[in-house]
């Protein structure tokens, strides 16, 4: 299918850029660029579509770094950012199993973002979404932009640093409130909702709002539910082998993002009602191709973004 990338099909991500700074269990150090929206923007882009992605750079080596390799991928940044402080940082510490734990940073103050008349869609996720205080610049984005274009949300729980999960459980609701479509990870599931089952847990994520809700479990692959039918499948994961899990939710966000926009079920009202309507059966391609750009990204070190060709 070929993308349409005309104005109306432009895809904007709001969220924290930050540094990757990854130990390695043999004690090698290397920095790669990362944050949850910033990698799920350059997927989106190397996937063929016009991304432009609104976060916050500090004026430093780490900043320059950032821009450099995002406008590689194809975004257009909009740095919304008053400049005064340095560019986000996460120490991500590899485990044995190639697992990752993170020490972050963070500097969140976002300046509202201009010409959201110009997107079609608008996906947000991550730290950026409960950090304070750019975190209600987010909340109103959405609100401004559901008037024209479809909403994607991954919360991406970091528990160490979003506060009492009382909070971060009411934060995640009212943002799920207002997408159409929401990736969480088991382990967002597990922190989020201790002791229920996830079927419960994606229903009632479901009747919150989204058309499609859909949760990663690493090995185990994936599991998704269809809002108008309430329908639930598994897809096995199509790993074959692990260099890191750094950015695999991320490009398998972006790939279920590039599935759904071109599958007419994301980009603008009337995709959202497609979307609310939609079967398991019309979701299914776009879940695969997410599948596929999350398989090719936990094959390289850091956030790899695969492109269209390679999937």
């Known amino acids: 299918m070929v993308v349409d990338t005309s104005p109306a099909q432009h895809i904007l991500v709001v969220g924290e850029t930050l540094v990757d700074i990854v130990h390695t269990p043999d004690g090698a150090v290397a ?10 923007a350059m997927g989106i882009a190397r996937l063929g579509h016009t991304t432009v992605l609104a976060t916050t750079l ?21 740095n919304l950012d008053t400049g005064s402080h340095p560019t986000s940082t996460a120490i991500a510490t590899i485990d044995d199993s190639g697992a990752a734990e993170y020490d972050f940073d963070l500097h969140w103050d976002l300046r509202p973002v201009a010409d959201l008349d110009t997107f079609a869609h608008v996906h947000t996720g991550s730290i950026a979404a409960t950090l304070t205080p750019g975190a209600a610049v987010v909340t109103q984005t959405l609100v401004d932009a559901r008037e024209r274009a479809t909403i994607s949300y991954d919360p991406n729980v970091r528990p160490t640093i979003m506060g009492s999960v009382d909070e971060v459980r009411a934060r995640v609701e009212e943002l799920i409130a207002l997408s159409d479509v929401v990736k969480a990870s088991e382990d967002d599931i597990d922190w989020l909702y201790a002791g229920e089952s996830l079927p419960d847990v994606m229903a009632a994520w479901g009747r919150l709002g989204p058309g499609l809700v859909v949760i990663t479990r690493g090995g185990d692959g994936v599991t998704y539910r269809a809002t108008a039918t309430g329908e639930i499948a598994d897809a096995p994961a199509r790993v074959d082998e692990v260099a890191d899990t750094v950015g695999a939710g991320d490009s398998f966000m972006a790939g279920l993002v590039s599935g759904l926009l071109d599958a ?8 959202r009602q497609r979307l609310s309507t939609a079967t398991l059966e019309a979701v299914a391609g776009s879940v695969s191709r997410a599948m596929a750009t999350s398989a090719i990204t936990v094959g390289h070190a850091g956030a790899y973004a695969p492109t269209r060709e390679e999937i």
């Open 31 to 40: 920095e790669h660029v990362g944050g949850s929206p910033a990698n799920v």
């Open 58 to 78: 500090g004026d430093d080596a780490h900043g320059t770094r950032c821009e450099e390799q995002i406008t590689s991928h194809g975004v257009a940044i909009e």
């Open 264 to 271: 007419g079920l994301l980009g603008d009202t009337d995709a």
